[in-house]
C-alpha cells in the first residue's frame, strides 16, 4: 500500500512539473504534438490492435456482453476516428492567454480576464480505449497535465495508446509527463489519485453509475461529473405537431445509450387528444417500451403503468417513462422534482413559454423545439468534449477546450498608484 501511494505522489510530482514547463509553450508546439500523436496513432495501428486483442479476449472469458465487448474494441475505423480527433483538436483556437473585458477603470488601469490552464486533470474512465486519446489531446491543447487511469477491461489498450502520445510529445519537444497512465490494475490506486490535493487539481470520471458514485463520495479533489442523464421532453399545448411527433421519437430512439437520450416524457393535457397516441405508437415502432401514468395508460394499447421509481430512471434502453400534465408550472415541476440536471427540451410555438421554461428548468442543457441528442460538444461547436457537467460551480454543460480553462484577472498600468 505505502509503494501504491508513493508511486502515486511521484506520478503527481511529475504532472506538476510538467504542466508548469508548458506554460512557455506555444500554441504552435502544442498543436505540432498533437498531429504527431495522431501520426504516431495511425502509424503504429497494427500494434494498438494486438494490444486491443488481449482485452478483447479477456473480456469474452470474462463472459462480458456484446455491447460491452463493442465499446471496448479497436479497429482500424476506430484508431482513425482517434487520429482525427487530435487533428481536429489541433485546428480549434487556442483558450490559454486569451484576454477578455479589457477596460479602463476611473484611475487609469486596464482590468481584464485571461484564460489559464485549471492545471493536473486525473482522469478516471471505463472501458473505451478512445477516451485515452481524447482526454490527453484536449488537456495538452489547453495547456494542462492529466493523469489517466482507465479500466482494467482496457489496460492493454490503454496503455499502447498511451505509449504513443508520450512518443509524440517528445518528438514536438514537450514534456512527456504531460500525458502519464496509471498501469495498475488496483482499484486502491483510483481512491489515491483522487485524494491528492496537492498535485491534482481536478478529477474528471466518465463512466457508469458506480464509478461516478464513488468518486462523488470520497474524492478531496473538485471533480467535474454527471451522474445521470434522466432528460425530459415536454409536448406544450402549443406544440406543433409534425415537430412534436420528430423531435420526440429521435430523441428516444436515435441512441438509446447515451447520457442525453430522452427517459421521460411529458404532454400536456390538451395535447392528448390528438398527439397522445401518435408518439406512442411511433416509439412502440421503434420497440420503446412505454411506462405510462394513471391518465394515459387506459388509452394506450401495450403501454405499461409507470412506477413513482419510473420518473427518476435513467434507462439507458428501449423504455420510456411517460405523464400527462395540467399546465407548463407542473411540467416544470416535475422535471425539477425529477430530472437530474442534464439536458431537457420543450416543444411548444409559444414564445413566453419557451423563455419560461429555459429561465425556471435546472438543467445544464435547454432546448426548445429541438432533440436532446444535441447535447454534446461536436454539436455545440467545442470540437470536441471531454465529458458533461451539472456542476453548478465553474463549467456546465459539454466540457470543451474553454471549460479545462479558467479565468484570472489581470490589470495593466503604467506606473500607476492607488491614492
Known amino acids: 500500500m505505502m509503494d501504491l501511494h508513493q508511486e502515486m505522489e511521484k506520478i503527481g510530482e511529475r504532472a506538476r512539473s510538467a504542466q508548469r514547463r508548458l506554460q512557455s509553450a506555444d500554441s504552435a508546439a502544442k498543436d505540432q504534438a498533437l498531429r504527431l500523436m495522431a501520426e504516431f496513432l495511425r502509424r503504429d495501428a497494427d500494434n494498438l490492435q494486438r494490444a ?9 472469458e470474462a463472459g462480458k456482453d456484446a455491447a460491452f465487448i463493442d465499446r471496448l474494441r479497436l479497429d482500424e475505423t476506430r484508431i482513425e476516428a482517434m487520429a482525427r480527433g487530435l487533428e481536429e483538436i489541433a485546428a480549434l483556437p487556442d483558450p490559454v492567454g486569451e484576454i477578455t473585458d479589457l477596460r479602463y477603470r476611473p484611475s487609469g488601469i486596464q482590468v481584464g480576464h485571461m484564460r489559464a490552464p485549471l492545471g493536473v486533470i486525473a482522469m478516471i474512465y471505463e472501458s473505451r480505449p478512445n477516451v485515452t486519446a481524447d482526454a490527453a489531446g484536449l488537456c495538452v491543447k489547453s495547456g494542462n497535465a492529466v493523469i489517466l487511469r482507465g479500466g482494467s477491461e482496457s489496460l492493454n489498450s490503454n496503455m499502447a495508446i498511451a505509449e504513443r502520445l508520450r512518443a509524440a510529445l517528445g518528438k514536438a519537444g514537450l514534456p512527456l509527463d504531460l500525458v502519464q497512465y496509471v498501469n495498475t490494475a488496483d482499484r486502491e490506486a ?3 489519485l483522487i485524494s491528492m490535493d496537492a498535485h491534482v487539481d481536478v478529477v474528471i470520471p466518465r463512466g457508469g453509475k458506480g464509478l461516478i458514485s464513488r468518486i462523488k463520495a470520497d474524492a478531496t479533489v473538485p471533480v ?12 406544450d399545448a402549443d406544440a406543433d405537431a409534425r415537430k412534436a411527433l420528430k423531435v420526440v421519437v429521435n430523441a428516444k430512439t ?19 387528444e390528438d398527439l397522445l397516441l401518435p408518439i406512442v405508437t411511433a416509439l412502440q415502432e421503434k420497440g420503446i417500451e412505454v411506462r405510462a401514468c394513471e391518465r394515459s395508460l387506459p388509452r394506450l394499447a401495450g403501454a405499461v403503468a409507470a412506477t413513482e421509481e419510473d420518473y427518476g430512471t435513467e434507462y439507458l434502453g428501449p423504455i420510456i417513462s411517460l405523464k400527462i400534465v395540467d399546465d407548463l408550472d407542473a411540467a416544470i415541476a416535475h422535471i425539477n422534482r425529477y430530472g437530474s440536471q442534464h439536458t431537457e427540451s420543450i416543444l411548444t410555438e409559444n414564445y413566453t413559454h419557451a423563455r419560461r421554461f429555459l429561465r425556471e428548468v435546472d438543467a445544464s442543457s435547454l432546448m426548445v423545439n429541438a432533440s436532446t441528442r444535441f447535447a454534446d460538444g461536436f454539436e455545440y461547436g467545442l470540437g470536441a468534449e471531454i465529458g458533461i457537467s451539472t456542476n453548478r460551480l465553474h463549467v456546465r454543460g459539454p466540457v470543451g477546450l474553454e471549460g479545462l480553462t479558467l479565468q484570472k484577472w489581470i490589470v495593466l498600468g503604467d506606473g500607476h498608484i492607488r491614492s
Do not use: F, P
Request: proline share 0%; with cysteine; hydrophobic share 35%.
Open 52 to 60: 486491443n486483442r488481449k482485452d478483447l479476449r479477456s473480456a469474452e
Open 254 to 272: 436515435q441512441r438509446l445509450g447515451t447520457c442525453n437520450t430522452a427517459e421521460s416524457l411529458l404532454i400536456h393535457k390538451d395535447r392528448m
Open 190 to 192: 483510483v481512491g489515491v
Open 224 to 235: 467535474i461529473m454527471h451522474l445521470d442523464g434522466n432528460c425530459h421532453v415536454y409536448v
